[in-house]
């Protein structure tokens, strides 16, 4: 049974976003001529590896070398890839969770290895992680709201085990 | 000390300790000196220690699944309500019949097991019942712990462990110069050496440098022992979040710590050593410094008529708090020749090293001791004893570092470091020593007193040959407890140093290996205490299939649906129901877990005839086929279909088990051998849910689901079912015409919902992996893991004909080699049962006792005509058609004779799937 509703807590609340589109952009050659179109395009840059960049309509999140999350409307991006790119359609095998509160980056230092507290990991920035045996893409909104990628079949699993480690993140 | 008063037990009696009371202070307040009997001769032993390093009071703490045993009464604070148990007693801890055994003394020196425990197995196996009996000291809880364990990982510019004076202003230091820091004290409060000798700084100094680290942003961590030191500066810190026994706040007992840390600065003190001695055990003999510990930090006075025995300067500070204290000093026994300073007014004996002590229950009675050659006796209820300081170091030799020899304090000293690491404070200037060599009756006197370890014990290990400390830890087991010989290394190493002529790094060194204090097993395990360790990946239509009630089928992470039982159907009635609705109508079932990657861009036919060992690049749009994909040593790893969606688009699907596989494989093949293609490679494996409708009127089925003629074999188009954008390829593992339907798994319920609605209109049913594994076995086809284990080749499987004959994919040179098509390899073959039932897994063999020539690899049964049929491997198996063999399995108990058969039991020519 996938989690139903939000889950709210002192410090950190955990909640399900709904579904959304989600598209893996991956880029294979001249990635300077792409970066430029979408620049000019689109009015910002692509961003680099471990930061989010976007409009109201659209965002990027860079997680590999060669490739973005992309989330919101994508219909500019096809002529913008022309033949060095493409754009394929993965957000159902994606869940969205929100961590929102002052202790969402403590409860990603649970079973995590990534430095969810450093100052340096802020708002615009991702990473990609393993939180208890789990693949997670991170994403800091704001100061306050981190959202999480998580694999769908999974992601119940993890939505529960956040559920009780939130309840004792101050023990 | 005043404060509120807690009420605890010990051994059923009620007694009450001041807050802040360890159980160990809190028995010596009550005045409870015996608390346990010792692991091998059941000696009566008391507290010796203040600290982590107590080898002798071990107790029993909580009850039910909280019970933790061989807990040092040291280092458990009480709380209301604590229950503690004295161990390894019967009938009582003052009245120990086991006591007898120390009677028996000669007989159980070192390795009284190897010399006694020998002889056949079933000797063995009576031996080991009494041993099991005697073993141990406190037993394990037989409930289940009922609280949590948290694993949290945190980085920091500077870890210090140790929170003395030290560390203290290192953390101190480190906060205020704009540093991450992390402070890590295993007690409870901070600067706890400095409650036992205040020096200059006070607790109003330990209260500012708390504030003024926590002010910087520093995380100040108590109750937190540094268990492990591993590469690249990570640190394991387990901390306490409630006593042992005791029932968590929040429901985490104990928290795993991964500190990666830039640099880490070990402020870890030194533990000081007893010396040896006759009776050297008994309640009553205290080390110094813990005896002062109790004095000023508890407000505990442990003796009244004390004798002090020491070799250092150090043991003099005890002197003065036990008579500030109202303590009587009836002596100071100073092993260094002459005098050494101001000795306070004590009556100080030089030359003087104690011989042997007698004593009562909870305490001594009397002191003997060597003075200049004359024996010399008190009656006196406490000895405090001080043989030097041994640095604590333990973390520093984990960390890779090396230590050096410091004469002066006797005592090895960290030295090189191979991390990032560096040792301060006490740990790196110990106090000098004078050094003083045992001169009472070692068979009496103990140097590991957890596992009753005596001189003489390493004594009779040098004379049976044993010169590694090594050899002679393993032999004496000295060393080997639960303290890991933090009292008791030096003593022998000194021993052993001498029995070899040589200096003490002459004697060699043990290893230090974490945990440098016992670790509970659920804080190892954390949060997947309670499960398997790790979460189980639940189908996008898991709710759907949840309210059917199906048999579940774990396979992998994943958990399937194994049958949808109707009634009180059995597995194997609910299999063969489906099977047949397959076969003669129609089913469903859900395939979203197969493996899916999709392939773009202009380079995908040229990727995809890499990884695949079939050809892609003829496929038209629309278009699929079958495909597996091999090792580079040329053996079968996978197989699945690729299906061509548009000009420059496939997708690739592969089996469920070797997804991860697949994906790693693709990813290595993308990123390592063809980073110049211009191709993207996208594991939609979660994206797609997918659906399986198989059967003779899976066509009609599909027709009114699209309103549209559905794709014919092996084509794919895309289409709209339930509202929502599907893809439909045509393929069948059943043997029947069959389509597959993906679906974003966001929404495929209403897909589902849609095909269950016609599937259920038509006459079909639901089915599951166990009909699915009688369709596909009796049609012959492969399952990874099953037939497909990755000891077959292509031509093993009879697949060798749809190689690519152009080569390229990986794994062509490895298959080119002539040992990979020999005719007498193991290859598939069909199995039919002549008579009895053929077992998976059974072995095939001509008779009885005759050595296996394959196996079954799936079994099962004919769907409409019955009868038992089964897929294998045999040795040249398809020269030996029509064979008659026997399969035998000796676990299931079961064997059958069988003929060898086509692995084609079901439309071998493939009629079924055409319209």
């Known amino acids: 049974m996938m989690p139903q509703g939000n889950v709210i807590v002192t410090d950190v609340t955990i909640t399900l976003l709904p579904a959304a589109p989600l598209y893996a952009l991956e880029i294979w050659s001249h990635a300077h001529d792409v970066a430029k179109r979408f620049e000019t395009a689109l009015g910002f840059a692509l961003p680099v590896m471990g930061r989010s960049a976007g409009s109201d309509d659209l965002c990027l999140i860079r997680f590999e070398p060669t490739v973005w999350l992309v989330e919101g409307d994508v219909g500019a991006l096809p002529p913008i890839l022309g033949e060095d790119g493409a754009l394929t359609t993965i957000g159902g095998g994606i869940v969205r969770v929100r961590l929102s509160g002052p202790r969402w980056r403590a409860l990603l230092m649970e079973s995590g290895v990534f430095d969810a507290e450093s100052p340096s990991f802020a708002s615009g920035c991702s990473a990609a992680t393993i939180i208890d045996h789990v693949g997670v893409r991170l994403h800091v909104v704001s100061d306050d709201v981190c959202d999480a990628y998580v694999p769908r079949s999974l992601s119940a699993g993890l939505v529960h085990f956040w559920e009780a480690a939130a309840g004792s993140l101050a023990a | ?915």
């Open chain 2, 1 to 915: 000390m005043t404060g509120p008063m807690i009420t605890f037990t010990f051994d059923g009696k009620t007694y009450q300790a001041q807050e802040g009371d360890t159980l160990a202070a809190a028995l010596l307040r009550s005045g409870i000196g015996l608390v346990g009997r010792s692991f091998k001769y059941h000696r009566p032993r008391g507290i010796m220690t203040a600290g982590v390093e107590e080898p002798n009071a071990l107790v029993t703490v909580g009850e039910g699944g909280r019970t933790e045993p061989n807990t040092r009464a040291t280092d458990v604070f009480v709380y209301e309500g604590l229950v503690a148990t004295s161990q390894n007693r019967w009938p009582s801890l003052s009245f120990d019949i086991g006591a007898m055994l120390g009677l028996a003394a000669p007989i159980f020196s070192a390795g009284f097991y190897y010399k006694t425990f020998f002889g056949s197995a079933k000797r063995w196996m009576f031996y080991e019942y009494f041993i099991r009996k005697a073993a141990g000291l406190g037993n394990a809880p037989v409930e289940a712990d009922p609280d949590r364990f948290s694993h949290r990982s945190a980085f920091c510019d500077v870890l210090v462990v140790g929170a003395g004076p030290a560390g203290l202003q290192a953390a101190l230091d480190a906060a205020e110069s704009g540093k991450r820091v992390i402070l890590a004290e295993q007690d409870n409060i901070l600067g706890p050496s400095l409650i036992r000798d205040p020096q200059d700084l006070d607790s109003a100094w330990i209260e500012t440098a708390a504030a003024r680290i926590r002010a910087k942003g520093g995380r100040i961590l108590l109750r937190t022992t540094a268990s492990g030191y591993w590469e690249h500066d990570l640190v394991t810190l387990s901390q306490r979040l409630c006593e042992p026994g005791q029932k968590p706040a929040k429901g985490i007992a104990q928290r795993l710590w991964h500190v990666r840390a830039s640099e880490v600065i070990l402020a870890t003190g030194s533990i000081e050593r007893p010396l040896a001695f006759a009776h050297n055990d008994r309640p009553g003999v205290m080390l110094s410094q813990a005896v002062r510990t109790y004095v000023q930090r508890y407000g505990v006075v442990p003796g009244k008529r004390v004798v002090i025995a020491t070799n250092n300067d150090d043991a003099y500070r005890t002197a003065h708090a036990l008579k500030a204290a109202g303590a009587d000093i009836v002596a100071i026994l100073d092993a260094r020749p002459s005098p050494t300073g101001a000795n306070g007014g004590f009556p100080v004996f030089n030359q003087a090293l104690p011989v042997s002590v007698k004593g009562a229950r909870h305490c001594l009675k009397q002191v003997s001791a060597d003075v200049g050659g004359v024996t010399k006796v008190w009656q006196a209820d406490l000895l405090a004893v001080s043989g030097g300081f041994t640095p604590t170091v333990h973390l520093h030799m984990q960390a890779g570092g090396t230590l050096e020899w410091d004469d002066a304090a006797q005592a090895f000293v960290p030295a090189m470091s191979r991390q990032n690491v560096t040792t301060i404070g006490g740990a790196v200037r110990p106090d000098p020593i004078f050094p003083v060599k045992p001169i009472s009756n070692p068979k009496k006197s103990f140097v590991d007193f957890q596992n009753d370890v005596t001189l003489a014990d390493v004594d009779l290990a040098w004379a049976e040959g044993y010169r590694s400390v090594e050899h002679l830890k393993r032999y004496t087991t000295l060393g080997m407890a639960t303290d890991q010989g933090k009292l008791s290394n030096m003593a022998a190493l000194g021993r052993l140093a001498e029995k070899q002529g040589v200096a003490i790094p002459g004697a060699g060194l043990t290893t230090f290996r974490p945990p440098y204090t016992p670790v509970t097993m659920g804080l190892l395990a954390g949060a997947g205490a309670k499960d398997a360790g790790a979460h189980v990946r639940r189908l996008a239509l898991y709710d759907v299939h949840a309210a059917k009630r199906p048999i579940w089928q774990p396979l992998g992470y994943w958990f399937r649906p194994r049958a949808y039982p109707v009634g009180g159907e059995t597995l194997a009635q609910t299999a063969l129901r489906e099977a047949k609705a397959v076969r003669t109508g129609v089913g469903m079932t859900d395939v979203s877990t197969l493996a899916k990657f999709e392939i773009s861009g202009p380079d995908s036919a040229a990727l995809l005839e890499i990884i695949c060992a079939t050809s892609v690049s003829k496929l038209a749009v629309g278009r699929g086929r079958y495909t597996f994909m091999l090792r580079e040593d040329g053996f079968v790893f996978d197989d699945g279909t690729v299906w061509r969606l548009a000009e420059n688009r496939y997708l690739l699907t592969g089996s469920t088990g070797g997804a991860d596989r697949m994906a790693a494989h693709i990813s290595y093949v993308r990123q390592y051998l063809c980073p110049h293609l211009r191709v993207s490679a996208v594991n939609v494996q979660e994206h797609y849910a997918g659906i399986a409708v198989a059967g003779p009127k899976a066509k009609s089925v599909m027709a009114a689901l699209m309103g549209e003629e559905p794709p014919r074999h092996m084509s794919t188009v895309p289409a709209k079912i339930g509202g929502a954008d599907v893809l439909i390829l045509a393929a069948s593992y059943s043997g029947e015409r069959a389509f597959e339907i993906y679906a974003d798994a966001a929404h495929a319920a209403a897909v589902w919902a849609a095909c269950e609605a016609e599937v259920t209109a038509q006459g079909g049913c639901l089915y599951g992996l166990e009909a699915m594994e009688f369709l596909r076995i009796e049609k012959g086809h492969l399952v990874v893991g099953g037939e497909i284990d990755g000891r077959m080749t292509p031509h093993d499987l009879a697949l060798g004909k749809m190689l690519n004959k152009a080569g390229g994919y990986i794994g062509a040179s490895g298959l080119s080699r002539p040992a990979l098509s020999a005719p007498n390899r193991r290859q598939l073959i069909g199995l039919e049962a002549i008579s009895g039932t053929i077992a998976e897994g059974a072995m095939l063999i001509t008779e009885h006792g005759g050595a296996p020539l394959g196996h079954v690899t799936a079994a099962a049964f004919r769907v409409i005509e019955g009868g038992s049929i089964a897929l294998g491997q045999l040795e040249g198996g398809f020269d030996r058609t029509g064979e008659e063999l026997i399969a035998t399995s000796p676990t299931r108990g079961q064997t059958a004779r069988v003929r060898v058969v086509a692995p084609h039991f079901y439309d071998a020519a493939g009629e079924r799937y055409r319209d």
